[in-house]
């Protein structure tokens, strides 16, 4: 049984930052492709970050250079790190993993299989 959990999120003013993070527990190689999505209210579900089996990452263009993805193999996290926060910003977070071995592009959901509960971020 896979499970993903975050933790991290919370309200910060503008140009703040906050670390989120990730655990995976159950039968996944944390090995293969993970990500970081986002959903503000009124819109659908989107990429941020993408952290590739080679350790190559992707970024949404609004995150670029404010935003990093990693992961800890040894405590079986992965994390977001988020600085010069903005309001629009402000989204739920979700980490993803999933069950096979291929690239991580495209950014898009049907990429993954396992998804966390989701963590709030509000920017004001």
């Known amino acids: 049984h896979v499970q993903l959990v975050e933790s991290g999120g919370g309200s910060v003013q503008a140009g703040g930052s906050l670390n989120l993070s990730c655990a995976v527990s159950?039968?996944?190689?944390?090995?293969?492709?993970m990500g970081w999505f986002r959903q503000s209210p009124g819109k659908e579900r989107g990429g941020v970050a993408t952290?590739?089996?080679?350790?190559?990452?992707t970024y949404d263009d609004s995150v670029k250079g404010r935003f990093t993805i990693s992961k800890d193999s040894a405590k079986n996290t992965m994390y977001l790190q988020m600085n010069d926060l903005k309001p629009e910003d402000t989204a739920i977070y979700y980490c993803a993993a999933r069950t096979w071995d291929d690239r991580c592009a495209p950014m898009t959901e049907s990429r993954f299989n396992y998804w966390g509960q989701g963590t709030q971020v509000t920017v004001s």
């Open positions: 952290l590739d089996r080679d350790g190559s990452t």
């Open positions: 159950g039968r996944i190689d944390l090995t293969y492709c």
